[in-house]
Every structure is written in structure tokens, then in C-alpha cells.
């Protein structure tokens, strides 16, 4: 293995997009490879920028790739230099919650065109329309870099475009978090540079090995201190690998979960710029485990389609019925429906700020199926990251849509017909369709309280 692991490196190092399947968007995909040496060299701009800053709290506004990775370097830095708030929601009762009056406003988007960030936006310039006080991250030439020149930010940063938003982590979209946070951003980067590489190559050999043979559950196990570590992970192995009928099915856990469909990865942390090490060998070893699935990466196909569909919930509002379950239900059906071999995705469109109580349903599932691999996230943020796993990867998903019985706060969009209310509930719906559309099995919960499911 160590030899085939040298080659497939100095393969991945040259950019050669011959190791992925004809048709691949990998040519316009690996600027990450050396990304962390553009940071490293730009880490004194950063710090000096950061330092004028003067708000306390930085709220970034993104989704997918371009939040998770700011979501880990917050948790980790207890004690750092600002507060980060990183809302990739669009429930209304969190949407509404966002206190602005000492925020520094962060807009992260690769495409400058995605719904979320977009509406979440027009929120915040309602609130405080001081251009003095935002800052965009996005690829040149955007539609955001371009508003943000017209409004007059006080900085646009234009990411290299040849990064995809899952494998950003190392550079402006997840640095410029990282230098308001406090952190070094020259030692971060060459922390993740000095990774050990064939190592990492050899991880990724070993996930596309285990999923052939049948342990695609890719169970990885985080220290508590570092909980958040596994919300990135998970959609990077997720979004990179579940399409044409296959895919490593992330499980992320604290805890030590075992079964036969399970290959277990320890994840060692101890401090936060151990966080640079792993973020790069997670990325070299997914890109490197696509290769051996046979499947490209670097593309996303169905979380276009769950774009696409929540689009067209919007333009034919009101929205359609979707039948639900009553909480106390919820176990028999999925002992009825689950087979050997699936997983449960829990699937909650509720207000942020139940992570624990998530965490404890998504144990007490796991408990009662024997073991199952099962998994947990708030909508719509997975819809960017483990949502592709769900449709395009293997039919082994049982999917439970959580969303709330009672509508939130009414929170209007500017500029749009329709509250945050009303998307958030489209974005469901509009997945609920696109699951069913390709056979998979579904039910919807509607609760006040997770507690309400027993």
C-alpha cells in the first residue's frame, strides 16, 4: 500500500484530473492543494485587517462549505479575541434572534447566487445598513463582490474560484473567521502543511476499500472538546463521495459506536491548531478515496436539484400538505422500515440551540435499532453538505424530517413575498419530494419539543 499511496500523492500534488472519471470537474477543483501557502504568505494583511475591526461579535452569513469550517474554529478558540455567530439557518426563530447592534457582518458565498446567504443578507442590511460594518467572501466577479463594491464594503476578499465550498476551509473562507477570532494564521496554515500526507493518502485508500467490502458507515470519533470537527467532516466525506449509488456514510460521535457495516477513525485533538493538521489530511484522504470509488469528488449533482425544488415550492405557494406522524409513533415506524445494512438521518428543521438534545435522540435511535448507524443535522443547513448522500448516494437512507408544529416568529425577507417561515418550510417540502422522487424512505415529524418523541 505504501508504494500505490507515493503514487496516487505525487499524482494528487500534480493535479492530475486523470484520476477521477472522465467528465470531472477536478481541473477547476484542487486549488486547495496550496491554498495554505497563499494564507501563510497573506496571514500579517489578515491580522492588521482583523485588528481595525472594531465590533465584538462577527455574524457570518453562509451556508454549506463556507460555514462549517468558521463554526469549528469558533468552538475551539474559548477565550479568543471576538465572538463568532454563524447563522446557516433560515428558521425564523434564530433568523429573528440575531442581534446586530455591536455585529460585524461576514457574507460568505463561492457563487454570490445562493438563496440562503442572499435572503440572510437582506435581513441583516435592514437591520443595519452600515457598509462600514460588513465584509464578503466570494469568488471574483460575483454577483456578491459586486454588491459589495456598490454598497462599499469595507472589504470584499475574491477567493481563488478553483477551491469548491467543502474544501475552503484553508483558505479566505475560513482564515478571515480565523484571524477575527485571534488565531495565528501563518502558523495555522503551515500547521496544516506539515500534515502527514502519505498518511492521509493512505486514510482515503482505506475508506473506498471499506465501502466496496461493505463498511461504508465511516464512523469518526471526535474528543466533546471538539464536537463541532465532526459537522465539517461529515460534509466533506459526505458531499464528496454519495452519488451514482455509493458513498462513505459519515457518522461523527464523541463516543466509540462499533457494528459491522462501521470503520471506525479516531480523530486526535488536543489543541485548536491541531484543527489545521486535520482539516488537510481529511481533504487529501477524501479526494484521494473518490479515486478508488471511481467517482468524482469535487461535483455536487443533487444539491442542485434541492435547489431547484425548493425554487419551485416558492412559485407555486401556498405550499402542498405533507403528511406527518405522531411523535410517539416515530420508533414503530422505523423498526418497521429499516433494513440490515441502512442508517437514519435525522433530519431536524428546528430553531439552532438543540444541539444536546439532538445528540440525545439521535443516541436513543441508535439504542433501540441495536446499534444502527444513525445520524443527525439541522435543516437546511445539511441540505448543502449530507443532502447529496441522501439522494445520489446508496438507498440505504431512512430519513425523518423534525420540523416544528408551531410556525416561528414571523420574520418577513425584504424583497421577497414570502417570510423565513414560509422558505424554511419550502426547503422541507421541497426535500421531502426530491427524496421520495428517488425512492427513498421518509416520514415527517411535527413537535413543539424533541422531548415529545419517545
Known amino acids: 500500500m505504501a508504494d500505490d499511496a507515493s503514487r496516487l500523492l505525487e499524482a494528487l500534488r500534480a493535479g492530475d484530473a486523470g484520476l477521477w472519471p472522465e467528465g470531472n470537474v477536478a481541473a477547476d ?46 468552538s475551539a478558540a474559548a477565550g479568543g479575541a471576538r465572538r463568532l455567530v454563524v447563522c446557516d439557518t433560515t428558521h425564523p426563530a434564530t433568523v429573528g434572534s440575531i442581534d446586530f447592534a455591536d455585529a460585524f457582518v461576514l457574507v460568505s458565498s463561492k457563487s454570490g447566487t445562493t438563496l440562503e446567504p442572499n435572503v440572510l443578507l437582506a435581513h441583516a442590511w435592514e437591520r443595519l445598513p452600515d457598509p462600514s460594518r460588513y465584509a464578503a467572501i466570494t469568488d471574483p466577479g460575483t454577483p456578491l463582490a459586486r454588491l459589495a463594491a456598490d454598497r462599499g464594503f469595507a472589504r470584499c476578499f475574491e477567493n481563488p474560484p478553483d477551491i469548491g465550498g467543502r474544501y475552503s476551509v484553508l483558505s479566505y473562507f475560513g482564515m478571515v473567521p480565523a484571524a477575527l477570532l485571534g488565531y ?12 502527514d500526507a502519505l498518511e492521509a493518502v493512505a486514510l482515503g485508500m482505506t ?11 465511516v464512523t469518526v470519533v471526535v474528543p466533546e472538546a471538539f464536537a463541532a470537527f465532526g459537522l465539517w467532516v461529515e460534509q466533506l466525506i459526505a458531499e464528496s463521495t454519495g452519488k451514482h449509488g455509493t458513498g462513505c456514510v459519515p457518522v461523527p460521535t464523541t463516543v466509540p459506536e462499533d457494528g459491522g457495516d462501521r470503520h471506525v477513525v479516531p480523530v486526535h485533538l488536543t489543541h485548536p491548531e491541531d484543527l489545521a493538521e486535520q482539516f488537510y489530511r481529511w481533504e487529501l484522504a477524501v479526494a484521494v478515496c473518490g479515486h478508488v470509488l471511481g467517482i468524482d469528488p469535487f461535483d455536487e449533482p443533487n444539491v442542485a436539484e434541492s435547489k431547484k425544488n425548493t425554487n419551485d415550492m416558492l412559485a407555486s405557494l401556498p405550499l402542498p400538505a405533507v403528511d406527518t406522524i405522531a411523535p410517539d409513533a416515530l420508533f414503530a415506524w422505523l423498526e418497521s422500515t429499516v433494513r440490515q445494512g441502512d442508517y437514519v438521518s435525522l433530519q431536524a428543521y428546528l430553531p439552532f440551540g438543540q444541539d444536546a438534545r439532538l445528540e440525545a435522540l439521535r443516541r436513543a435511535v441508535r439504542d433501540r435499532l441495536g446499534g444502527m448507524a444513525v ?4 435543516g437546511p ?3 448543502h453538505s449530507t443532502g447529496q448522500l441522501h439522494k445520489g448516494g446508496p438507498d440505504t437512507v431512512v430519513a425523518v424530517q423534525i420540523v416544528s408544529r408551531t410556525p416561528g416568529p414571523e420574520v418577513p425577507i425584504p424583497g421577497k413575498d414570502y417570510d423565513f417561515g ?8 421541497g426535500d421531502h419530494r426530491s427524496l421520495l422522487s428517488h425512492g427513498r424512505r421518509v416520514t415527517r415529524v411535527a413537535v413543539d419539543e424533541l422531548a415529545e418523541i419517545s
Open 422 to 429: 414560509t422558505l424554511i418550510a419550502a426547503q422541507a417540502a
Open 207 to 217: 475508506l473506498g476499500e471499506e465501502t466496496r467490502v461493505g463498511r461504508d458507515k
Open 381 to 383: 443547513r445539511f441540505l
Open 29 to 74: 477543483r484542487l486549488g486547495w492543494l496550496e491554498v495554505p501557502r497563499r494564507m501563510a504568505a497573506e496571514a500579517d494583511d489578515l491580522a492588521r485587517w482583523a485588528e481595525h475591526v472594531d465590533q465584538q461579535t462577527v455574524v457570518l452569513l453562509g451556508m454549506g462549505g463556507s460555514s462549517l469550517g468558521p463554526a469549528v474554529l469558533e
Open 375 to 378: 445520524t443527525a443535522g439541522y
Open 184 to 195: 495565528d494564521v501563518g502558523r495555522f496554515c503551515r500547521r496544516a502543511l506539515d500534515a
